[in-house]
């Protein structure tokens, strides 16, 4: 199947978070039995579970008004794993590889914080599934953020080394943090003008994080974009790859 | 409330969470209504279940599901529909005050207080579930499952699990 050709600002609007939320709960995953210390390990992969499950959220309701829309028997799991890379829709950030533990810490406290206000938006959408989607997806990315926004803090403020590394992974993942709150017509549909108060208020939180961690945000001059309109990085082809190998050669197979 | 919603009621009482056995799906609060319309043409009362679940990917839904399926068959309820409602989202704030106090004697401290409008979290001191002590530290903000965050007691030195405020 394919979504993009889609025009309902909505089901696009729907297919993104649940596109962001897919691939970084993904990437996050990777993570699992690989985390530096058990507790951080289960952590992390806690917070991947979230995310999956976010994403099943926004992508059964997506396929609900997909189905009824084109008259196609549309569920989640053939937009998670028949859709190919320019159907997609989430940002470049979610999809980066994650490098070592800081850049990963770095990259989920970065979109926690983005996700925090965006959901706050969401959660007093007149869209009541959207609205009961966002408003449990915020308790949970509360967590998220205080988690990540504590680890940045502590590589940051630790040593010499922790904070070399944090250092590099800022100047890695920066360029790719504009696209958050670089809002789409289709967003912009959805949430009206708060999106300025998202930009505002994700940036100061970002400032004082990154304060506190003695870090301070990089002058970039250039900023990657696309992802939300299914112009990807390579990364996300072998993410999908991977992903959807299981359907794509063993077609319908359930568990 | 008719007689066989009653009696489902009871049946659901006796459902436990997967993950924490204690709590029964009613402690936890997640079945929001029953109805039984017993005026069917076949003569089989038809039972609509509204279920919220309690995290967005919570792993126990699909064999809560599964528990609810078996246990209403063999009563004699045969014509099942169980729905999912999202809206209003599920929170701690719903589970009954009973489920905190097997919580509480099972090892896990309960969630404390209201559940956290528009996200925001405040500073708990949580209650050491063994020796009643408040001087506990947090280790983990993700514990055994997503909903819970790992604590350590200072006063008895051990482990326990907090059931965050959702
Ligand atoms: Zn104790």
Redesign the pocket.
């Known amino acids: 199947m394919t979504t993009k050709e889609i025009q309902n600002p909505l089901i696009n609007f729907l297919l993104h978070l649940g596109d962001n939320a897919l691939i970084l709960g993904h990437r996050n995953s990777e993570w699992c039995g690989h985390g530096p210390v058990l507790e951080q390990d289960i952590a992390l992969t806690n917070i991947a579970l979230d995310q999956i499950g976010q994403a099943r959220n926004f992508y059964q309701y997506a396929a609900k008004l997909i189905s009824e829309t084109s008259g196609e028997k549309i569920t989640e799991d053939s937009i998670a794993y028949l859709r190919d890379g320019w159907d997609f829709k989430n940002c470049l950030l979610t999809e980066l590889p994650n490098g070592h533990w800081g850049q990963t810490v770095l990259k989920q406290f970065l979109i926690a914080a983005y996700q925090y206000y965006l959901y706050q938006v969401l959660e007093k959408n007149s869209e009541e599934q959207l609205s009961a989607i966002a408003t449990k997806s915020l308790k949970e990315i509360s967590y998220h953020l205080r988690w990540s926004s504590e680890w940045v803090i502590r590589l940051g403020d630790g040593t010499d080394d922790s904070k070399q590394k944090i250092l590099d992974a800022l100047e890695i993942v920066w360029p790719y943090t504009n696209e958050l709150t670089n809002f789409t017509d289709y967003e912009i549909e959805i949430i009206g003008d708060t999106y300025k108060n998202i930009k505002d208020n994700w940036i100061e939180k970002v400032y004082v994080v990154l304060t506190e961690a003695g870090l301070e945000i990089p002058s970039t001059v250039y900023n990657h974009n696309g992802g939300k309109q299914g112009n990807h990085t390579e990364h996300l082809g072998y993410i999908l790859t991977e992903m959807q190998f299981l359907q794509r050669a063993y077609p319908n197979s359930e568990w | 409330m008719t007689k066989s919603e009653e009696e489902i009621w009871q049946i659901l009482e006796k459902i436990s969470d997967p993950e924490i056995p204690v709590l029964s799906i009613i402690d936890l609060g997640i079945i929001r209504s029953v109805t039984v319309n017993d005026n069917t043409l076949d003569g089989i009362s038809e039972v609509l279940i509204h279920y919220t679940p309690t995290y967005s990917a919570c792993p126990a839904v699909d064999m809560i599901n599964a528990e609810i399926g078996v246990s209403l068959h063999a009563a004699g309820f045969k014509n099942l529909h169980l729905k999912q409602k999202l809206f209003p989202a599920w929170t701690t704030d719903w589970m009954s005050e009973a489920g905190k106090e097997k919580l509480i004697q099972y090892g896990i401290a309960a969630p404390i207080g209201r559940s956290c409008d528009n996200g925001k979290l405040e500073e708990l001191k949580i209650v050491?579930p063994?020796?009643?002590?408040n001087q506990t530290i947090l280790i983990s903000e993700f514990s055994s499952t997503a909903c819970k965050a790992l604590y350590k007691?200072s006063?008895?030195l051990?482990p326990f699990d907090y059931f965050k405020c959702h």
């Open positions: 050491c063994q020796c009643g002590s007691c006063s008895c051990e």
